[in-house]
């Protein structure tokens, strides 16, 4: 298992680099009035709240969750007198219902960590090349992360007026929950989360509406039963044949080993989690390393399935009509599979080629040159998330975390059979 681990560390690292500015796209270009601004008095202020002003700036839809619409601001502004390396915001009902501020995200700081090193150095030299780099990056990110906590819970009592925070938590199973400190600010709390060295995040609300779980309060209320009947009302059965589930919005992971993180966080939202890839890392023991070794990812897939009521099934083996059964009633399956670019290009060239004539098919995969190219033992491992199937065509529709884009590929059954190591699928 060790080795799974190793390689979803590595996935698409050359696909990456090709990504300029990739951890958080156009935040990092905005050339936004707001940047560095303080907008403390703007977030806090009871007229936003009350759905008599707009938030500041310009927003970019992510997703919806259950009804409620995610977003995040286009600028790097400041909160509390501290930087906000990402700020996003819920909307539900045309308000405002959260704002989620990330100060501190060791995902985004050390990204791969794949260093150039001299090429002259052997094998024990470059290991403590690299050990005294990434020991210079992680006193870097501690004294960074110090400096941020020590200032919020300085910054937070002075413009609230409220001293003592109060302990609490979001989440019900032991892998995903978050122990916060609540501060009050009229009617609206702070909810401060600081997992110990990898993410701090302050998180604004209403006080009436303030969840204890990660399950969206339109899921919460639902009998287990009519959840799964929203999911299954989820599926589109095309004219052509083509079964997938409608809605499913990829989560960019940049660049950062989080293939099987981000994989996981879309599926989640599905289910009406309000959970990310972020705090997925920090639940999950992700090491400050810039690789998915050492961590408990693992963990994290049966802990999701758990908080949206559900249950998951792990298997080392493809199986098709558990994988179509899933994918029938609006369950969406997590694959880990053997990737090589090689495949990825095809499959991209044949995404626009059906486009253009949904008479194309892909190479066939009984052919010995065609099973030939596919991703052997070696190669490293990359999460997908499979959306649908066409039972004629023998095809798998798929989706990428990394890519960004939310028009699904098409691989056919025989391939993703061949080249899955994991599969994780869902059910009631």
């Known amino acids: 298992m060790k080795r799974v681990i190793l390689a979803l560390s590595v996935c698409l690292v050359q696909e990456l680099r090709a990504i300029p500015n990739s951890v958080f796209g156009p935040v990092a270009t905005a050339e936004s009035p707001l940047n560095g601004k ?45 930087e906000v390396v990402f700020l996003r915001a819920t909307r539900r009902n045309d308000r405002v219902e959260s704002l989620e501020a990330t100060f501190a995200d060791a995902g985004s700081f050390f990204g791969y960590f794949d260093e150039k090193l001299p090429e002259h150095l052997d ?24 400096e941020t906590l020590d200032a919020l819970l300085t910054e937070i009592p002075r413009a609230t007026g409220s001293r003592k925070p109060k302990s609490s938590k979001i ?31 302050v998180i604004l609300s209403p006080t009436a509406s303030a969840r204890d779980v990660w399950l969206d309060e339109d899921m919460a209320k639902l009998q287990p039963r009519e959840r799964v009947r929203r999911l299954r ?31 996981l966080a879309i599926a989640a939202r599905h289910f009406g989690l309000h959970l990310d890839e972020d705090w997925l890392a920090a639940s999950g023991g992700f090491q400050n390393t810039g690789t998915a070794d050492g961590s408990r990812i693992l963990t994290l897939y049966p802990a999701v399935a758990s908080e949206a009521g559900f249950a998951m099934e792990r298997t080392s083996r493809f199986d098709e009509t558990a994988v179509r059964r899933a994918l029938s009633n609006g369950f969406p399956v997590v ?14 060239r044949f995404l626009r080629t059906y486009q253009r004539d949904p008479q194309a098919t892909l190479p066939d995969p009984k052919s010995p040159a065609e099973r030939a190219s596919w991703p052997g033992e070696q190669a490293p491992l990359h999460a997908s ?15 990428e975390s990394w890519s960004g884009r939310d028009i699904p590929r098409r691989m056919t059954t025989e391939e993703m059979a061949a080249t899955a190591y994991l599969t994780f699928v869902f059910h009631p």
């Open 385 to 399: 998330v499979l959306t649908g199937y066409h039972d004629q065509r023998r095809e798998i529709l798929f989706l």
């Open 171 to 201: 989440g019900h199973t032991r892998t995903l929950r978050a122990e916060t400190r609540d501060f009050s600010a009229g009617d609206l709390t702070i909810r401060l989360l600081a997992d110990g060295q990898r993410l701090i995040r």
């Open 38 to 82: 303080d907008l403390t008095t703007e977030l806090l202020a009871p007229a936003l709240w009350a759905g008599k002003s707009a938030l500041p700036g310009e927003w970019m839809h992510e997703n919806r969750i259950a009804s409620a619409e995610v977003s995040h601001l286009l600028a790097r502004p400041k909160l509390f007198g501290r």
């Open 233 to 263: 009302e989820s599926v589109r059965a095309l004219p052509d044949g083509t079964v997938s589930i409608d809605g499913l919005q990829p989560l960019p992971q940049g660049y950062r080993p989080y293939c099987g993180l981000n994989s």
């Open 123 to 146: 094998r024990r030299a470059r290991r403590e090349e690299l050990n005294r780099r990434l020991a210079e990056r992680q006193n870097e990110f501690s004294t960074q992360y110090a």
């Open 335 to 348: 694959v880990w599979r053997r990737f090589c670019h090689e495949r990825d290009q095809l499959h991209t």
